[in-house]
């Protein structure tokens, strides 16, 4: 599957994209996405006790 999302990419991008790089960008995309979960949910709770 990521292969194929890698030769669609590069596709449309007229660019060599490498599944390597694919699953190295992921890997962070989903650690960033989790962590700003963690903190909305975090801070988001903060921030609704101190608006009440």
Do not use: C, D, H, W
Not at 3 to 29: D, P
Request: proline fraction near 0%.
């Amino acid at each position: 599957m990521i292969a194929a999302l890698a030769r669609a990419i590069s596709r449309a991008t007229g660019t060599n994209v490498e599944v390597e790089t694919l699953k190295i960008l992921m890997i962070f995309s989903g650690a960033g996405l989790l962590v700003s979960l963690v903190a909305a949910m975090i801070y988001g709770q903060a921030f609704n006790a101190a608006l009440f």
